[in-house]
């Protein structure tokens, strides 16, 4: 017994269970019954093959265990390295933050203090812009609220964006909290264009959503009129935002063509930078937006592309492989690289910044940790992901950009200093001869030759610089300060309508606009009672006269439909006359500086501020004069009009198209408008 114990398993030296001489005692356990009799010790060694069995399976379980942990320890190093660099990411955004928010911000004050003396010395010093396009529920105006830095905006599931939203951004470090204020629908001459009261935060959604409906009607309708904000804060950039209605692949086809319209005219000026975002679900290949962008940047030369809601395609990415080839792209320019972003689905954070931003930060992290997790190439994409690398590379291209603007503007001032010196000089001599006798009839020869390029610039003339003083029709809505066409949400190709123009160019493209609007006017809609009422009964008998009720419900729906869109056409007809002023002025100033004559030239008179203010009066007097008479002759005119009806001119037309005049969609009018 005392043997068969001294071959039980032991402990070796590595620490492993060893069996001894169990094989032996196996053996003798399994040989011939007739060469083992059973006596005590076979019993003993029968119990002791099992505690060798029992032992063994012991030490297998062991092995499996080690070899489990030994495989365990890559993964838990592998996921604590991953931590590590996370929490060492968290901390470079942070410092990133505090040091661009300070280099930022004296960046910033020396562009505000410089555009402040352009603007007043009227000098060309642009601001830069982004258009922000894609597709319906892309995420545009969610981007638009981070870069912003705070939540505001409308998203929705619908159409979301109906008008173009154009956010002018100031940077103002007094305003910690942001200060918000749209402008007017409509701004009378030489008045502040915004509302002297401020919106609050929470309150912009509802005032944008009332300003959409006021203009574009209730309903999935878009309209051009764009809605401005400006929003001066302490923490956003000094540039230009335009939020634009989302494209749309199904639905109303007329809906469609009004939106690619809509966009293609905000993103064709060549100093847009354009922000063209797609879903990163949507596959390269399916890309929309891109291609629609690609018509107007065919190299993506000013377009920034970003892929959003990069949290849903981030988690379908499993090896090193798949990563890397979509966050390199498909069918893009050489050097072109997009961007991956995911933003906060929380709607809840309102104005505050601080928990927006660490929302943001925390998307982005979320991100940077999985796609650490699957081994992604950091060297070649870690700059692309991210809203927080997104707007480093968007700031670094705006500072780019207010760089460039920098030198022509110095120039402009050297210029504008020269020009002074040389005013100041002419001034002087002026005072020197300055009599009654030779004002006189210097004066008289100023009001002639400012009547006369008024004159030129209605026949059409190019002195007047049309790229300074020239507008777009979308700026010369923007600047006029008359409402826009009433109950008017189709979009159509207007004669020269992104070119910028002045004087009787501009009054052509005006009178082509209203060409359109006025034949898109539908009959109103004439409820039962109005024409039950119209019927009435003749003098003589007390039978109705129909021809008599129809021709008064044409009468009265004519005046109601039409009238309205001859307010509009005085005031922008006035508008542009007023701008001629300046054009005229500035013309004169120049083609007459260098002229010597007894006394000085007739451009000295446009120093004197007494002077021009007398003739600025004057001008504007005989324009509000006009506009009254045009009005009166222009009422007259429409009241003769629709006084009569000659039904014999009805009954002479030979044809009638098949037209549903009281019930009819947008896309028939259009069709309509276009046939004409």
Request: proline share 5%; hydrophobic share 35%; with cysteine.
């Amino acid at each position: 017994m005392l043997s068969s114990l001294r071959d039980s398993p032991v402990v070796n030296s590595s620490g492993e269970e060893s069996l001894g001489n169990v094989g032996t005692l196996g053996n003798v356990h399994s040989s011939s019954p007739s060469m083992v009799s059973p006596t005590p010790t076979s019993q003993l060694s029968r119990a002791q093959v099992f505690l060798a069995e029992a032992l063994a399976m012991k030490i297998q379980e062991g092995k499996k265990n080690r070899g489990e942990k030994r495989r365990r320890e890559p993964d838990e190093m592998g996921a604590q390295r991953v931590k590590e660099k996370v929490d060492l990411e968290r901390r470079i955004l942070d410092e990133e933050d505090e040091v661009l928010f300070s280099t930022n911000r004296q960046l910033y004050k020396l562009f505000n203090d410089l555009q402040g003396i352009a603007n007043d010395f009227n000098l060309s010093f642009d601001t830069p812009e982004l258009v922000v396009v894609g597709m319906q529920s892309d995420g545009k105006s969610s981007f638009i609220e981070a870069l912003l830095g705070f939540q505001f905006n409308i998203v929705e599931s619908n159409i979301g964006t109906r008008r173009p939203l154009i956010l002018q951004m100031v940077n103002n470090p007094t305003k910690l909290t942001p200060c918000c204020r749209f402008r007017k629908e409509s701004v009378p001459p030489n008045q502040d264009p915004f509302e002297e009261h401020e919106t609050p935060v929470p309150d912009l959604t509802e005032e944008i959503v009332r300003r959409t409906n006021q203009v574009a009607g209730r309903g999935d309708r878009v309209s051009a009129s764009p809605i401005i904000l400006k929003v001066e804060y302490c923490h956003c950039s000094n540039l230009n935002i335009s939020d634009t209605p989302g494209f749309r692949l199904v639905g109303d086809d007329s809906l469609k063509a009004d939106i690619m319209a809509m966009v293609k005219e905000l993103i064709e000026p060549s100093h847009r930078i354009i922000v063209c975002l797609e879903q990163s679900t949507v596959e390269w290949s399916n890309s929309v937006s891109r291609p629609l962008v690609k018509q107007v940047d065919p190299e993506f030369s000013r377009t920034i592309l970003v892929n959003t809601k990069f949290d849903n395609r981030v988690k379908e990415l499993r090896s090193p492989e798949s990563s890397d080839k979509y966050l390199m792209g498909e069918g893009l320019p050489p050097g072109k690289k997009p961007f991956f972003v995911s933003l906060p689905l929380r709607r809840t954070l309102g104005g505050d910044s601080r928990r927006f931003k660490e929302a943001i930060k925390e998307c982005y992290l979320d991100d940077y940790h999985r796609l650490l997790s699957i081994g992604f190439d950091e060297t070649n994409f870690l700059p692309q992901i991210g809203f927080p690398r997104t707007k480093i590379y968007l700031e670094k291209l705006l500072n780019e950009r207010y760089h460039n603007a920098l030198h022509p503007t110095l120039r402009s001032l050297e210029t504008l200093c020269f020009n002074t010196e040389h005013e100041i000089n002419m001034v002087k001599g002026e005072i020197e001869n300055n009599n009654v006798e030779l004002l006189r009839p210097k004066a008289q020869r100023f009001v002639q030759a400012f009547i006369l390029q008024i004159e030129k610039l209605l026949e059409g003339d190019i002195v007047g610089d049309p790229d300074t003083f020239g507008e777009t029709l979308t700026e010369e809505k923007v600047h006029c300060g008359v409402p826009d066409w009433p109950d008017f949400n189709l979009n159509f190709e207007i004669q020269n309508q992104g070119f910028k123009l002045y004087g009787g160019s501009q009054y052509e493209r005006l009178l082509n606009e209203f060409e359109y609007v006025a034949h898109s006017k539908e009959f109103p809609k004439t409820s039962m009672n109005e024409v039950a009422s119209a019927l009435g009964t003749a003098k003589s008998h007390n039978m109705p006269v129909f021809e008599t009720a129809a021709s008064n419900i044409v009468q009265n729906k004519a005046r109601k439909a039409l009238q309205p869109l001859l307010e509009v056409v005085l005031g922008r007809c006035s508008y542009i006359m007023r701008r001629l002023f300046e054009i005229a002025l500035d013309i004169l100033k120049k083609e007459d500086g260098g002229k010597k004559e007894k006394g000085g030239g007739i451009a000295v008179l446009g120093f004197y501020e007494h002077f021009l203010e007398e003739l600025r009066t004057t001008y504007f007097k005989f324009i509000t004069r006009t506009e009254e008479d045009c009005r009166q002759k222009l009422q007259d005119d429409f009241a003769s009009f629709t006084k009569i009806l000659d039904w014999d001119l009805m009954y002479g037309m030979a044809e009638l198209k098949d037209y549903n005049y009281l019930k009819v969609s947008p896309e028939e009018t259009k069709q309509r408008v276009q046939g004409i």
